[in-house]
């Protein structure tokens, strides 16, 4: 590890202005992936600048323009956001994403902010005797001629298979949710959806964020269509592993027909994988398994797969199917 | 400089910037209790409770924890209720009575792991397996084993540590 200053600044503001008037500064937060990164080379930073201490950690709930949001500070340890109550019973599919990450010790660490801007799990991109376009721009892809079972299915580009590791921002892009970005010319607000970014020739850019942009809250909007959600997760072994592939899902229904619906898929490509081709055709028409199939495969209709990670197409159709069958079945109990 | 309350004892160190919080306490502070095992947060050997929440130290910067109270799993040891001295911990007696380790390398991250998850049971956190989120969760065997699922035991004494937990747990929920 090179040598490193480590700065612990009182506010957001200061901590943002840190940042950004380096060239090479990071924040560090929950550290469950920098301080890996840092002992593996994968990164490299001169300066850390610490916002864990950040007081960024309560969750309320407020008013937005739209209705009642819960608005969860970025430093909030994914493990209390998991269990507050709020949360379990109007957003289930969030809470539900939460308990399916890491372990129980890294979700008393990880925080909101910090599970957002994780970094992918791609075994290239932690190797560095291998080549890596994120790790290392212009240096080539070995994940495309090489083990190429976790690879992305949608939205690749020639330059990087890489998928997006959070179950969180599944969730949260299921819910419509909101960040809350303070930057050098102050603070804005990105959807969930926009803050991801496909690879293109930039796959060393995850977000679309710019130097010294720091999270410093969530919104969650408390709508009746979040009431209905929930997380599956697909993966190798029955818990402690990133996801193979994932669902988000939440389901409006007025007797049998889709009155709203969303879907979110995870282990699928660069970002959170928000599948809005897929809801357009299940709205108001019947919930049947038959419609959610059709449904899933309209949106992997440009899936692209190889022989190793084909079987990502059927499984997470299939999951969805799984999802929605369920929220309908729970809303007819 | 920064201070440490570890098992009850302030301690002060000097750290380097890179240094983490498990080699802080190893290496600099001699409590060996905490284990270093993948070093990369996949194993939960180097567990302990921090703030009162069982926390790995070999994913967190020792800076960066500063005014942190540390109990490992040999200041368990006289934490039990109503324990003195060098009385073992319920979850530690536990762990003897049912055999639950085989080398004892992983055993120390265990039991603390332990201990911080029957205090999430108590206080009713939901897990992955649980099934009504906004009910209060038992402890099954299914919820043990998710909720002990960040703890590795490379000699596959898992048998033994679920029956252990499993005895802890109905003494705290009992």
Redesign the interface.
């Known amino acids: 590890?090179r040598?490193?200053?480590?700065l612990?600044p009182d506010d957001a503001a200061a901590a943002v202005a840190a940042v950004a008037d380096h060239p090479n500064a990071m924040f560090?937060a929950g550290?469950?992936n920098l301080?890996?990164h840092?002992?593996l080379g994968v990164t490299a930073p001169e300066l850390?600048v610490?916002v864990?201490g950040l007081p960024h950690d309560d969750i309320v709930e407020h008013d937005g323009p739209d209705g009642p949001v819960l608005c969860v500070g970025a430093a909030v340890r994914n493990?209390d956001l998991?269990?507050h109550?709020l949360l379990?019973?109007r957003v289930?599919a969030v809470?539900?994403a939460l308990?399916?990450g890491?372990?129980?010790?890294?979700r008393?660490?990880a925080t909101t902010g910090g599970n957002l801007l994780q970094r992918t799990r791609c075994v290239y991109f932690q190797d560095l005797s291998t080549p890596c376009n994120k790790r290392e721009p212009g240096a080539g892809c070995s994940a495309l001629e090489g083990y190429g079972r976790y690879n992305a299915v949608l939205g690749a580009s020639d330059d990087c298979v890489a998928v997006h590791p959070s179950d969180l921002a599944v969730a949260l892009a299921a819910v419509d949710a909101v960040v809350v970005v303070l930057g050098v010319d102050g603070e804005r607000r990105i959807p969930l959806v926009d803050l991801h970014r496909l690879p293109g020739d930039r796959p060393d850019l995850d977000t679309t964020l710019a130097r010294g942009d720091l999270v410093t809250s969530v919104e969650i909007p408390l709508t009746d269509l979040a009431r209905r959600s929930t997380y599956v997760k697909a993966r190798d072994r029955?818990?402690?592993a990133f996801a193979l592939v994932s669902v988000a899902g939440a389901l409006d229904l007025d007797g049998d027909t889709v009155r709203d619906v969303r879907i979110a898929w995870g282990g699928i490509a660069h970002k959170p994988w928000r599948a809005t081709r897929a809801e357009d055709a299940l709205r108001g028409g019947p919930l049947t398994e038959e419609r959610v199939r059709e449904a899933a495969e309209a949106e992997l209709a440009d899936a692209r797969t190889t022989e190793q990670n084909a079987w990502k197409v059927p499984m997470v159709r299939n999951a969805t199917v799984q999802v929605l069958t369920a929220l309908a079945e729970e809303a007819h109990r | 400089m920064i201070k440490l309350t570890i098992d009850g004892t302030e301690r002060e160190v000097s750290v380097d910037t890179r240094t983490t919080l498990l080699d802080a306490l190893r290496e600099r502070l001699d409590v060996t209790s905490p284990k270093k095992g993948c070093d990369h947060g996949q194993c939960g050997s180097c567990t302990v409770l921090l703030d009162g929440r069982r926390h790995l130290t070999c994913l967190a910067l020792a800076v960066s924890y500063d005014g942190s109270d540390i109990v490992t799993a040999d200041g368990l040891a006289g934490a039990g209720d109503g324990a003195e001295g060098d009385d073992l911990h319920p979850v530690q007696e536990a762990f003897l009575a049912h055999d639950g380790y085989q080398c004892g390398y992983c055993t120390p991250g265990q039991v603390c792991s332990a201990v911080g998850m029957l205090d999430e049971l108590k206080e009713g956190h939901p897990s992955h397996v649980t099934e009504d989120l906004e009910g209060s969760p038992e402890p099954t065997d299914e919820e043990l084993r998710e909720r002990m699922s960040g703890n590795l035991c490379r000699c596959g004494a898992y048998v033994g540590i679920l029956d252990a937990v499993r005895e802890a747990a109905g003494e705290v929920t009992a």
């Not at chain 1, 040598?3 to 480590?6: D, I, K, M, R, T």
């Not at chain 1, 890491?102 to 890294?106: F, L």
């Open positions: 590890m040598e490193l200053a480590y612990r560090l550290g469950t301080v890996d840092l002992k850390l610490d864990r493990s998991a269990a109550p379990r019973s289930p809470s539900r308990l399916a890491a372990s129980p010790q890294i008393h660490q029955a818990s402690y």
